[in-house]
């Protein structure tokens, strides 16, 4: 038997779906993989691939992954199956596999928020006709949640008994208590798109009272596109002395960041996942997220859940925890239970027991 498995996408500075496929990885050394990645990947044995073939490159980048995909992955393929007598079989940690080709695949879907809110054409076009063609001839789809698998049942019209949701995890060793005292700062951690709701956070901020005594700091990388909308809300609202734009923040800088926290602030309209709230969880992080899609599986009861368009409730919350420390304690020691039910070993031990079936 031969397993491919596809890593051309995995970003030098790692996201969640880079991260995703890095912690995967010691899981699937059992079934003697052969990887498709580039230097910036870090491995030691790989099949080599082209660079600039990322999200890192813009839009070229993601198309120029397309063609690779679509014209040069299936000779690849058909090469390492030569090899072995045994049915080959390409897993790809993101929703990406060759069209009308031979090539056997098992496809990781990690969202399909495109199809709800809309950001660029090109992503909407994708999820629209690409995406579909790829769920419907793979082998098996897994996905990170019981919304994500009800949104492939609903848009594209998948079998229940096609998907498998196996949660994401974190990194236990790297998130975790750590003792530091919190700070005044509140923190709104996600790429700055409209569908993660940062203008909401920035309204409910304004409206907690003696928010001067207290920060927003939001992290994730700038987008031209949608961050000067934010920093011009931030100046209409009279609280851009209050809130910092910290960009990008290394995956080291987190454990920190969220440690010293008053509170994660996730108001996202939609998530696939979430992994910024597990880790927040992990690290004893009271967290505020919003009550949809898959949030509610991934905080259970250790969060205050909240509808995501009522800036009123945030606020709400936001003013309780500077004037609650039995609540701060509470949330905090759930957050810990809550997070220890998550692992990388699960994650990974169930994906491989799926890969194993098409063996």
């Known amino acids: 038997m031969t397993v491919l498995v596809n890593l051309a996408y995995l970003l030098r500075r790692p996201t969640g779906t880079t991260n995703y496929a890095l912690n995967l990885l010691p899981y699937l050394a059992q079934l003697q993989p052969d990887y498709l990645a580039t230097t910036a990947s870090g491995l030691a044995d790989y099949h080599p691939v082209p660079d600039q073939m990322t999200a890192e490159y813009g839009m070229s980048g993601h198309l120029r992954r397309l063609l690779w995909t679509q014209f040069r992955l299936p000779s690849i393929y058909r090469q390492l199956t030569a090899r072995s007598p045994a049915p080959s079989l390409l897993f ?212 205050l859940l909240v509808n995501p368009t009522d800036a009123g409730a945030i606020a709400h919350y936001m003013h309780r925890l500077t004037r609650d420390p039995d609540l701060v304690k509470q949330l905090s020691a759930a957050g810990c239970d809550r997070a220890a039910q998550f692992s990388w070993q699960r994650t990974g031990e169930a994906t491989v027991e799926v890969l194993q079936r098409y063996l």
């Open 92 to 303: 790809s940690p993101i929703t990406e596999a060759p069209l009308f080709t031979r090539c056997r695949c098992v496809v990781m879907v990690h969202d399909l928020i495109p199809l709800r809110f809309p950001v660029s054409r090109a992503q909407t076009w994708l999820h629209r006709y690409y995406v579909p063609q790829v769920v419907q001839m793979a082998e098996h789809i897994l996905c990170n949640s019981e919304a994500t698998a009800k949104d492939l049942t609903e848009f594209y019209g998948v079998s229940p008994q096609k998907i498998t949701p196996i949660a994401l995890a974190h990194d236990a060793q790297h998130f975790q208590l750590l003792g530091l005292e919190r700070r005044n700062y509140f923190l709104l951690l996600g790429r700055q798109t409209p569908y993660k709701n940062g203008a909401i956070a920035l309204q409910a901020f304004a409206q907690i009272p003696h928010y001067r005594d207290y920060e927003l700091w939001i992290a994730g990388p700038e987008d031209p596109r949608y961050t000067p909308d934010l920093k011009r809300q931030a100046d209409e609202l009279g609280i851009t002395s209050q809130v910092k734009f910290l960009n990008y923040v290394s995956y080291d800088q987190l454990p920190g960041l969220l440690n010293q926290a008053l509170a994660l602030i996730f108001p996202s309209l939609w998530e696939g996942f979430g992994l910024p709230v597990l880790e927040a969880l992990a690290c004893g992080t009271p967290v505020i997220a919003s009550d949809r899609a898959s949030l509610p599986e991934v905080t259970g009861d250790a969060a």
